[in-house]
């Protein structure tokens, strides 16, 4: 019987993809729905020189914050990396590269990688340091920046469901970047939360079609942190 | 005196309309969701991909999978749906969002925003500010009028922009400005704070502006 797409564990999901100096795609907002046992796992292998495409840079110690700690990481595409201290210390200090894109640039030139569109046109970023360098082009009377499709060697994504044929379910703001990414890995490895056989997801349901999956691991109960844990008090009826 | 904190996300929760989808940034912006008034329908959208933001969660209640652009857990509401940053900044980028309320380092006199970046100094990013900016029907900044002594409302930004000619409104502790980004009318102060004098707003403002008539 064939292994199909599923894998015993990170390393083995990510043995025979990994080198230096490739591209690396990681979904999550903050550290919520980050890929984080694939991430551990690229950082047990000790690839370096390694551009990796996130919305954020992890925090100190967690997600892609492990990469930065081992030096694996040299250049960052990214929208905000603000509660990343280490990686203020080595952008300042020159030992790392950093590409700011505006959120929803980075966001749709993700998807339009993934969807074989290789450039587009939006008004975010004109009149602004993001556009310098680019063709802006006027249409219907206002000015457009153009931007470039992003695609990467591995796109690592962490989702909730998935079946073993790579179907997907994200759930609630876990979901962010982990679809888009998901169709823009020239490889696409994800961790899921529950493992389910097909047939167990509603198809009206799926976020994601397994077309974009090429290996899965399993990862149930996965330690979850909080980044600001922010609550109200009961009032007592 | 001039207007607290609480006194400036009330006055801009008067920008709030029946219907509308709003963006609120960090800061004081956020709690201008306090505000909102009893039978008013407000969706508030979070630009890591939920509409419909629900308030703070139970202690014990918290959920690592449940949080806003300033990954705060939140709640969910009974109108609530969730999407990928893709269909998130497809929203703000398309026009669909009605307002937005953000923070600000400068503003200047003909509507451009810098808040992202001070040169060589602050390496944070721009996050979804610039997007928001660029694509959201009405953009009102909320912020204190001065920093350090220093006037925030100038003639030219000297920051790296956020946005160019993108700002409606100026909320700040002294009073409201209006912009009319697009237009040669300028900014115009139409509201002035309790217990601030238009000497005092002058005497703190850099940019250019007109008073409204019959302003006092």
């Not at chain 1, 019987?1 to 015993?8: D, E, F, H, L, T």
């Not at chain 1, 939360?193 to 691991?217: A, F, K, M, N, S």
């Not at chain 2, 200047?108 to 029907?137: F, H, Q, R, S, Y």
Request: hydrophobic fraction near 40%; include cysteine.
């Amino acid at each position: 019987m064939s292994q199909g797409k599923i894998y015993p564990n990170a390393a083995a999901a990510l043995s025979g993809l990994l080198k230096n100096d490739m591209t690396i795609m990681a979904g999550g907002f903050g550290i919520c729905g980050i890929p984080e046992s694939l991430i551990e796992a690229v950082s047990a292998s000790g690839v370096k020189g390694i551009t990796a495409i996130s919305n954020n840079a992890g925090i100190d110690g967690v997600g892609l914050g492990v990469l930065l700690e081992t030096r694996q990481i040299r250049k960052m595409i990214s929208s905000y990396v603000g509660e990343n201290k280490l990686f203020a210390q080595q952008y300042l200090a020159g030992e790392l590269e950093i590409e700011f894109n505006p959120q929803g640039t980075l966001a749709e030139r993700i998807r339009a990688g993934g969807a074989g569109i290789p450039a587009f046109f939006t008004k975010t970023g004109v009149g602004t340091s993001v556009a310098e360098g680019k063709e802006v082009r006027e249409i219907d009377g206002a000015r457009y920046v153009m931007e470039r499709g992003l695609v990467a060697d591995v796109a690592l994504v962490h989702a909730w469901k998935g079946d073993t044929e790579g179907n997907l379910v994200f759930r609630k703001t876990a979901r962010n970047f982990n679809p888009l990414m998901a169709t823009a890995g020239k490889v696409t490895v994800v961790e899921v939360e529950h493992l389910v056989e097909p047939g167990e997801i509603d198809p009206d349901h799926i976020v994601t079609p397994g077309i974009y999956v090429q290996r899965i691991i399993h990862v149930p109960d996965p330690t979850k942190r909080i980044e600001q844990r922010t609550v109200r008090k009961r009032v007592m009826a | 005196m001039a207007w607290t904190r609480e006194e400036m996300a009330a006055r801009a929760a008067k920008e709030l309309r029946d219907g509308f989808y709003v963006n609120l940034g960090i800061g004081i912006p956020t709690l201008v969701s306090n505000y909102i008034p009893t039978g008013m329908a407000v969706q508030l959208q979070s630009e890591n991909g939920m509409l419909g933001t629900g308030p703070f969660p139970y202690e014990g209640e918290e959920d690592a999978d449940l949080i806003n652009a300033g990954k705060q857990t939140i709640t969910e509401l009974p109108t609530t749906s969730f999407f990928s940053s893709a269909d998130s900044f497809a929203m703000i980028r398309g026009g669909h969002i009605d307002l937005s309320i953000l923070g600000a380092m400068q503003v200047a006199e003909n509507g451009d925003l810098a808040n992202w970046m001070i040169p060589g100094k602050m390496v944070k990013g721009m996050g979804g500010a610039m997007d928001l900016v660029a694509g959201v029907k009405r953009v009102v900044v909320l912020m204190e009028h001065s920093a350090k002594n220093e006037p925030k409302l100038l003639p030219k930004c000297d920051l790296p922009l956020t946005g160019a000619q993108v700002v409606d409104m100026v909320i700040t502790d002294l009073g409201v400005f209006t912009i009319d980004k697009h237009g040669k009318g300028g900014m115009t102060l139409v509201e002035v704070a309790n217990g601030t004098t238009l000497d005092e707003i002058k005497a703190k403002t850099a940019a250019h502006y007109t008073v409204a008539p019959g302003l006092k």
